[in-house]
């Protein structure tokens, strides 16, 4: 679920960053904890679990580590590149690679030599090489305090400075990471692939098994995993650091880690800002979801190969919907925000009696403030979900920011930014017209119907014709599905792009200055959130002890915890599954959708060892964007892959709890009792951890 | 479609009723018209197709015609008391009557002897045997025209009256029915029967062969038919007026006539009353039906007897969904609203032009004022739809308004309404205390979305509590899921009602005084509406001369038209199809849900005529509520059965074309044939017309 969460997360959230701030160790419950590579919990470790990784234990993991920038993680698991990830993670390069007559997503694949690896049309992976903290640079180049505008174009600027700097010296990419809400920034310099080739694949009735029912569900017995492999000048890359493949199975007590890219937390929200997602944003984005999942749905209704087309986006719909209706009722308890609000009390009660932080108070005013003007902003947005669209505004901006001086322009067009961005936008990944000119029609509707007839910007994309005339236009007539006319568009710069009359660079334009201002009232709130959440952090330092790891933000973390059931409707829940319950488990819901094991699966029951772990639980603190971590134990060794989190986790986004909330893992053995027993690939089975 | 449109169309109304005035003859097209029975257009038929009906012909097509409670049509075709029905009209009583054991939905029904009818828990059918002209009654009773509260009431209470008093002499159901805004008001009487036994069904993969992806669309194979037998006295009824059934399948260009019940049309809609549907009403509608989709969708991944639970629901909604989906695309079209503003401008500067009509002309600006108190109104609803509250709700308001005079009351508990009422709120139709939890949760977190956590009302139903703990403990605690419990508390009257600590009954409580206050701004506004819009449709009838019919209004009426083909993406459709075309098309879907035709029609094939007429499509002009209508040919004997309009129809709400526009029907021959042949029950095939 998580790769697909996190994809949709970052879809949904418009323009506007959400800050990260940390909790911190004295408000943390059981195994809570997304660390930082750069500052370990090593006392707590040692405290708790008698454990004490080495400096070198900790590199190799983090060297291990991989994140895809379709929206997972991953990591290394042989010398000759193999990359071990989800098969929903892989799903949008199998979506991608698929065509009419080969379904990859539906019927997985496998290569049986490197020569039948297919190589992925716009995957980058990233390997982090190196942290460096660049707070100090970055508060002396904001000068201005008062005026948010002026002082996110500096932060904006020595980020963007910092980051081509950076490119330049290395070659490595570079990000600034803002943690902590903008009380530290690090320099995260990645290694990349991309050319990234498929290896293996199951078949969807194993790797999502139980489909959309038993997604966020548990017990689980899925094969939610696909090996890959990076290429460096055509040939198999040779990988120094790689994790070890544990022959043996996770047990009940089990102490585990976690390293992968969380995606996005919200553990510092003020109750303001919770409540703002509990009765404005989220009821707005659920919508805005069940919107896509029965348009999907009613696409893919036209027929096998539409069904085909459609399937790796509304499985993300989906996937992103029942997250965060999971969410929304966890919000909807009105015990989980008055928790949150006793705390918060406190801290401004005692903000309040200390002269030296009651100056910071004002900041949950703010914070307060800041959700009434992202209420205001919500349906304004001009930023149709349409590939074509958004291919052809991305071109557009892309031509005028490079205009500007490096440090001026828009975060995504900086020179640091530019290669990831080119080989996204020139991806020969297909569009299908007919799945466009749906996709568009909705979009332009919804347009309408958030602005209403009478706008001017509505009127103008009308022009007299109905959303489903404009949408079959642009889709009929665009020459953007081409991704040598966009690279040509892109060389041609601005004049080519501003002199383009393809209908989708037109449109683009007509919606491009509301885009922009839009955006900027986006980054002008993001600037005063971070601001305020900094002040909060400051007052939850000195109230509550430093310490801690901060909100998510796509960045390498490592989180640890025990592998462990629960109880739930007074059953207690076994922490591992086996084959032998998939089995069952199928046969338990003969008849339902989704619920039938692929033939391969059937073929190979008699000789499978049924008795094999095949799923397992733990208190690990994940999110959207952990999908496909590995998960090592003591010695660093490979024992598992994260897939989804059960139902009770789906409040993890801003309350962790070790009661019933859990990761759900494929067992590292399972993996290679399959390769060899289901899909008969000794040689990839060998190769695992070598 | 349309029983399922029409049920939902009823329930996402609010409390609102939609006014009703006419389009006059001089602006219909084509075969466009609702006709009341007693105006019936013998003029227009005369000259447009030759046919001039006998007061005979009218009588006995109307007393054969029966409207269905749970919203839909059909008709007498058998001496016997035998009604035929669509499928997707009687799916309401299938889901009723099967259990976990017993799919009626999915399997279909044949009773082999009367011994074997099944009866229906809570169905009611009406025959329309009277109607009489009130209107001048009614208007000398509204003395008050300044205040709408006032008028509102008088009115209100004169229908009561006029009801009582009929029902009092004739022992039939008496109905008021405003027709043209409010021009005029007819009595209806009907003989009411309310002993209805399921005959024959057929299985839902022959009735809604093509399911969700052929809904509304054409070509069509479909045998959307089910038979009931009315019952008098524990036997089945003698009916005298029942329609003859034709052994000839219809052909291109053949008139025929449509006798039922079409529910609800905006014809007379001013610009401003079509934009509010589209840029506000539509959306929000089309939301809430999203939502509660999604929502059934994930109840019934819960296994095969939730599915079974769910099923007519989630069909009900999806038909809904997707009529109002079609119904929003055609606003969205700018030429839509352009013609009609063309139309309005005109109106408006005649009326401005004559000095009678001037003091009329601001009734346009009164239905745009009443659009934005439409608008205001829209979140505020406490009428949760959930099926055990809603029960309480009535028990409630029946024991209060009981303790009025009739004509005081609430139009649905006046003396006249009791005993269907009482009918319904007594069903012994299961409630599945799973699908009550998930129904009335959701339908608590929308109230506290809509309102937020801080509003009082909220505050009092959640009490500290998330929405699915207190709809678990209401669903787990209360008794009024059984029918006796509900009849008890009926009977025991206010202080039993009030003294009730059952917690459906105390939510109840809690919802009716918010309940009250918009039920009392939706009458009001419903009376200023009515008032407007008589004024314009005198404008109307000055300008562009009377005539016509009234707006649909779920009363009976006729409609007329010819069998006629259109022409799609440059395509003809030929307007029939016949058995061949079924086998056809499910071997061309081979693969995807719902093509596959049941096994009855597999095993049968070879002994089928496979050339016998099986649909058609033909110009009369249907809306939601017409499903189930008979079709009856110049002689009035059956050639067939309307179950859907194509998409193009779905803009006939608002506006009427013949262009592509179609009725879709079951050929009557193709029930005979297929009683005969596939499920081998001549005698049944005998009694049909006799």
């Known amino acids: ?105 539906k019927d997985g694949y496998l290569a049986r030599t490197h020569e039948e690896e297919l190589k992925a049309p716009d995957l980058e992976l990233n390997v982090l090489i190196e942290i460096v903290d660049v707070t100090d ?24 400075s910092i980051e081509s700097e950076s490119l330049e ?28 080739r498929l290896v293996w694949a199951p078949e969807t009735a194993a790797a999502f098994f139980g489909g959309d029912a038993d997604n966020f569900e548990y017990p689980r017995y899925n094969l939610d995993a696909t090996l890959m492999r990076v290429y460096e000048d055509g040939k198999p890359a040779t990988i120094e650091h790689f994790l070890r493949w544990s022959d043996t199975p996770v047990s009940d007590g089990d102490l585990i880690f976690v390293s992968g890219h969380p995606g996005r937390t919200q553990r510092i929200f003020t109750v303001e800002a919770l409540e703002y997602l ?21 696409y893919q209704l036209e027929g096998n190969e539409a069904s085909r087309r459609g ?25 989980t925000i008055a928790t949150r609000r006793g705390r918060q009390h406190r801290l401004i009660a005692e903000a309040n009696n200390n002269p030296q932080l009651r100056p910071l108070v004002s900041a949950w005013q703010e914070i307060a403030q800041i959700q009434k003007e992202k209420a205001a902003q ?77 706008d001017p910007l509505v009127q103008e994309v009308l022009a007299g014709r109905s959303p489903r005339e404009v949408a079959a236009e642009i889709v009929d007539q665009s020459k953007l599905d081409d991704p040598e006319v966009r690279r040509e568009l892109i060389e041609g710069g601005l004049n080519a792009v501003l002199g383009s009359d393809d209908p989708a660079m037109r449109l683009a334009r007509v919606l491009e200055p509301e885009f922009r201002a839009n955006r900027a009232v986006g980054d002008q709130l993001s600037e005063r959130e971070k601001q305020a959440y900094a002040k909060i952090t400051q007052v939850v330092s000195a109230v509550e002890g430093t310490g801690g790891y901060p909100d998510a933000t796509f960045s390498l973390r490592l989180a640890f915890g025990t592998v462990k059931g629960y109880v739930e409707n007074a059953k207690e829940i076994s922490p591992t599954t086996d084959f032998d319950g998939a089995f069952a ?46 998960v090592v134990n003591r010695e660093g060794d490979l024992v598992g892959l994260i897939f989804d989190g059960n139902i009770q986790s789906l409040t993890s986004d801003y309350l962790y709890t070790d009661q019933q909330a859990r990761a759900v893992s494929v067992s590292g053995v399972a993996i290679r009792e399959a390769l060899r027993g289901i899909y008969e690939t000794e040689s990839l089975a060998n190769e695992l951890g070598r």
């Open 1 to 105: 679920m998580h790769g697909g969460l996190l994809r949709h997360v970052t879809l949904s959230l418009s323009v506007i960053a959400v800050s990260m701030i940390p909790s911190t160790t004295t408000t943390t419950l059981g195994d809570e904890g997304m660390y930082l590579f750069n500052d370990l919990p090593r006392e707590l470790l040692k405290q708790k679990y008698d454990f004490q990784p080495s400096d070198q234990w900790a590199d190799e993991l983090r060297l291990s580590s991989v994140r895809f920038n379709s929206g997972g993680s991953g990591s290394f698991v042989s010398s000759s590149g193999l990359v071990l990830t989800n098969h929903h993670v892989a799903s949008d390069t199998l979506q991608k690679l698929s065509t009419e007559d080969r379904n990859l997503i």
């Open 137 to 160: 640079r970055i508060n002396a180049a904001v000068t201005n305090k008062t005026n948010p505008d002026v002082s996110a174009k500096q932060r904006q600027g020595a980020i963007a």
């Open 169 to 196: 010296q290395t070659g490595l990419r570079s990000d600034v990471v803002t943690l902590f809400g903008g009380a530290r920034y690090h320099l995260y310099r990645y290694k990349k692939y991309t050319d990234v």
């Open 278 to 298: 509990r009765d404005t944003r989220l009821p707005f984005v659920l919508d805005y979801l069940r919107r896509k999942e029965i348009l999907f749905q009613q």
């Open 311 to 335: 399937r790796d986006e509304l499985f993300g719909i989906q996937n992103a919907r029942k997250a965060y209706t999971g969410m929304l009722a966890g919000l909807q308890d009105p015990q």
């Open 378 to 454: 919500l349906t304004k947005s001009v930023s149709l979900r349409s590939d074509l669209i958004q291919l052809a505004m991305s071109i557009l901006l892309l031509a005028k920011e490079d205009q500007k001086p490096n440090e001026d322009r828009l975060a995504e067009y900086t020179d640091a930014s530019r290669e990831s961005l080119l080989n996204r936008l020139t991806s020969p990944a297909p569009l299908y017209d007919d799945l466009q000119r749906v996709k568009l029609a909705d979009e332009i509707a919804l347009l309408l119907e958030r602005r209403g007839m009478g």
């Open 585 to 630: 488990h199928a046969e338990a819901h003969a008849g339902q959708d989704d619920f039938d094991l692929p033939e391969s699966w059937m073929n190979a029951k008699d000789k499978l060892d049924l008795s094999t772990q095949l799923n397992f639980v733990s208190t690990a603190d994940i999110i959207g964007g952990n999908s496909g971590s590995p």
